[in-house]
């Protein structure tokens, strides 16, 4: 059955009917220490490579870290290989701009290939986060969005992935929010 909670102040339905309960919770969990043990493995060569490559392109830290909301609406900090120089201003705005004279010459290739979100493995190893969940937003953005979108904090009722439903399925990106909530909404109750 459903059940009305308060989750930060928002009343909503609680999704009992989702799967991802029980003995299916700590499967997906064992898949996610497996799955990411291994890409984390199998991957360590690129990723060193990656790091060398951010580190002589520009001064500062190889990784960079966000603070991204996921389930229950606890915050975390998600890892990324940093795409940009080290003394851009602050964490204000939602999308880089095209041409963003911030941006490194190997940060536009980690972001146009995806591979400056290889250290998110790391976060799935951890328990931050799980490999198949909706995309986690910045904390200040779920703020904004959580009376604007209905039944958007919804999402947090899984854990974050670094993939989901929305992205396979081409919603990523500069698109629709609304339509990434629905297919993130999806992928939580099927």
Not at 67 to 93: N, Q, W, Y
Not at 113 to 118: A, F
Not at 123 to 140: A, Q, Y
Request: hydrophobic residues 40%.
């Amino acid at each position: 059955g459903c059940e009305v909670e308060d989750f930060d102040g928002i009343p909503i339905v609680s999704l009992n009917e989702s799967p991802i309960v029980g003995v299916n919770r700590v499967l997906k969990r064992l898949a996610d220490i497996v799955v990411s043990s291994l890409a984390i493995i199998f991957l360590s060569p690129l990723m060193i490579v990656l790091a060398i490559l951010v580190r002589l392109g520009s001064r500062g830290p190889v990784f960079f870290s966000q603070e991204r909301m996921s389930i229950g609406g606890k915050s975390f900090g998600m890892l990324k290989f940093r795409s940009m120089t080290a003394d851009h201003g602050g964490d204000v705005e939602l999308l880089t701009k095209k041409d963003d004279p911030r941006v490194t010459l190997i940060g536009k290739f980690m972001r146009r290939t995806s591979l400056d979100e290889l250290p998110q493995f790391f976060n799935v190893l951890k328990g931050d986060m799980s490999i198949v969940g909706p995309r986690p937003e910045r904390t200040w953005v779920v703020e904004e969005l959580k009376n604007k979108i209905p039944r958007y904090m919804l999402k947090h009722k899984v854990k974050a992935g670094i993939t989901g439903w929305a992205q396979v399925t081409g919603w990523r990106g500069d698109t629709s929010l609304e339509k990434r909530i629905e297919y993130d909404l999806y992928y939580i109750k099927n």
